[in-house]
């Protein structure tokens, strides 16, 4: 089967860095998405991967190892905003889009 | 650019009511997905279009769930008769290009109907 993995919380500190783990065994792989979704809210789009190696977007960074099927989100300089959950999601060899169940991130002051 | 919309935002119905859903996608795209996604959960597909071609429905409960895209743009999913287990949160994305086109795929949601089903 197809599975993604992450950790179902985690909490950190205003102005800490953070980072959010995703792992992946799915029938082939043809990319990486990272979406945030603040409570009630639809997702929104973060980041995307297809080859290895680190994406920067600002605070934002997203890391792919493909043949340790691994993923990670770094966040910067946390915000009191940033409090949200996180979904990974990987796009398999039939191009579906196969989620996470997300990771819920608790920032405190 | 106006995002992708969704009507209604909330909708509480009584169990084996029927009850529809409407998506109006980013204005270009051609690829319009539907998602279920329960509390704590990640979105789970229901159905995906290219242009008016439903072209992965393998996840849609066909005995209750109907979808539409009758022109390529807009889409109703519907759900007739509803059950208790069919509470959730019903997300609308929309890509620019078909799911095989890399970064291009990337899905934007519309809002969400938040169903409760009595």
């Known amino acids: 089967g197809q599975n993604i993995d992450q950790p179902t919380e985690m909490t950190a500190t205003e102005g800490a860095i953070v980072q959010i783990n995703c792992t992946y065994q799915?029938?082939?792989?043809?990319?990486l998405f990272w979406y945030q979704q603040h409570a009630g809210e639809a997702p929104t789009f973060l980041s995307y991967?297809?080859l290895d190696g680190l994406e920067e977007k600002g605070r934002f960074s997203s890391f792919l190892s493909r043949s340790k099927g691994y993923s990670y989100l770094l966040l910067k300089e946390l915000q009191m905003k940033d409090s949200a959950s996180y979904l990974c999601?990987?796009?398999?060899?039939?191009?579906?889009?196969?989620w996470g169940a997300g990771t819920k991130l608790i920032i405190k002051p | 650019e106006a995002g992708v919309v969704q009507s209604p935002r909330y909708k509480i119905i009584e169990k084996k009511q029927p009850v529809a859903f409407w998506c109006n996608p980013i204005s270009g795209h051609n690829t319009l997905y539907w998602y279920r996604q329960n509390l704590g959960q990640g979105p789970e597909l229901l159905i995906r279009y290219e242009n008016e071609e439903a072209v992965d429905d393998s996840q849609l409960p066909k005995d209750r769930f109907s979808a539409e895209r009758l022109k390529g743009v807009d889409s109703t999913l519907k759900i007739q008769p509803a059950e208790l287990g069919d509470s959730a949160v019903y997300l609308c994305?929309?890509?620019?290009?078909?799911?095989?086109?890399?970064?291009?795929?990337?899905?934007?949601f519309g809002p969400g109907t938040r169903l409760t089903v009595l």
């Open positions: 799915t029938s082939g792989f043809n990319g």
């Open positions: 999601a990987v796009r398999d060899s039939n191009y579906q889009l196969i």
């Open positions: 991967n297809v």
């Open positions: 994305a929309s890509s620019l290009a078909p799911s095989t086109s890399g970064e291009a795929d990337t899905q934007y």
